[in-house]
């Protein structure tokens, strides 16, 4: 998953963020961090190192597959720590790269939605392999002057009705979309869960999205590539993210999102441990700064994503008002009942059998889609 280059356009100068409860002083100690663009800021990195004595070095990577072969081959002597989506920390899991974790260390886990505490993308057996993060939803992004009337479905996307305007995501795990919109709309394949495909569903999504093909304008890689599609009348609708639509409406331009009918994937991104980390102290003491409130809402407001802390809301709202509706941050159960969290696809359909396309066979498929 190629998003965040764009992270670094700030929507809010933030001010320093102060000590938080629970995170005490110590001498040394180095954390390497892999991370997403935009999630080891000065705004909350300098007041933790101050704070607890760690310092952090941080390496930035492009995607999930980036994040995922850089952990496998310098986790533990090179790096301690990743911020992992959804779409690579279960490859971390099964491939041994990262380590459980206590949530009972992190003072403000008790303040995560239920939602984020024991997600099926970082709590596998029972067992917490990481912290949850921040969030976004895969919106339904288009054109209100273009579109009409308003789109209530996926369907729209699939539609010869805006041929050569349509675009969505580079990116394989884009297959769950189709996935998604074929279990709600096609019961007959009887998929269950997007990410677990047999081999008759999988090849059923191909199929629809080899359909999709000549109707697409571009596959975005970049938030900024679908926001320049917008602005200059390139794409009049295509899948999305919260900070494309905020960007847009900031400029002017005639656009609006939604969460269509049939419901959407979405990101969770998880701070996970290395398994051969020598920096576990200093590891936990970040787990414990980054899930604080204000530093949830500080990293929500600047990147354009949603915290998993419920106390971040009120203080998003002194940071940036209205922030915390904008970003659904106090949205009801409901709202995350639509979302279909990244998950990497495994062969183990999750029902005993082991008959599911993993994540390899997702990234060839994809390959050749593309041609």
């Known amino acids: 998953m190629t998003k965040r280059t764009w992270a670094l356009l700030a929507m809010l100068a933030l001010g320093l963020v102060f000590p938080a409860a629970g995170v005490s002083k110590q001498q040394g100690g180095v954390l390497h961090m892999i991370a997403w663009e935009g999630y080891l800021q000065p705004q909350w990195v300098a007041p933790f190192t101050k704070a607890t004595g760690c310092q952090i070095k941080s390496k930035y990577a492009g995607s999930s597959d980036e994040m995922v072969t850089l952990m496998r081959t310098g986790g533990g002597g090179q790096y301690d720590m990743v911020s992992a989506s959804g779409d690579a920390s279960l490859r971390l899991i099964y491939g041994h790269d990262v380590q459980t974790v206590d949530p009972s260390k992190i003072p403000d886990f008790k303040n995560f939605g239920k939602a984020f505490q024991s997600p099926p993308n970082n709590t596998v057996g029972g067992k917490h392999y990481g912290i949850s993060l921040q969030w976004g939803p895969n919106t339904l992004l288009y054109n209100t002057q273009k579109v009409k009337p308003a789109p209530t479905s996926w369907s729209s996307i699939y539609s010869a009705k805006y041929k050569g305007k349509i675009t969505v995501p580079d990116n394989p795990i884009q297959i769950a979309d189709a996935a998604l919109y074929l279990m709600k709309t096609q019961p007959s394949l009887k998929i269950t869960d997007p990410y677990e ?15 999709q093909k000549p109707l697409i304008k571009k596959y975005w890689a970049l938030a900024s590539d679908e926001i320049d599609l917008f602005k200059n009348g390139d ?35 998880t701070w996970m441990v290395s398994a051969k980390t020598k920096q576990l102290d ?71 059998q082991k008959n599911c396309m993993d994540y390899t066979k997702w990234q060839q498929a994809w390959t050749q889609l593309k041609g």
Do not use: R
């Not at 495909?197 to 359909?211: D, E, G, M, S």
């Not at 900070?243 to 991104?269: C, F, R, S």
């Not at 500080?298 to 994503?305: P, R, V």
């Open 197 to 211: 495909l047999n081999v008759a569903q999988f090849n059923a999504t191909i199929h629809l999205l080899t359909q």
């Open 282 to 352: 200093c590891a936990y003491k970040w787990l414990a700064w980054i899930s604080t409130p204000k530093v949830q809402a500080e990293q929500a407001i600047y990147f354009g994503e949603t915290p998993v802390n419920s106390k971040a809301c009120a203080i998003m709202d002194t940071l940036a008002k209205g922030s915390c509706e904008q970003y659904h941050a106090n949205a009801p159960l409901k709202y995350f009942k639509q979302i279909y969290f990244w998950k990497t696809p495994i062969a183990d359909c999750g029902n005993g």
């Open 235 to 269: 794409a009049v609708i295509g899948a999305s993210w919260p900070y494309q639509t905020n960007t847009l409406q900031a400029a002017k331009a005639p656009v609006k999102d939604l969460i269509p009918k049939e419901g959407a994937t979405g990101w969770l991104d």
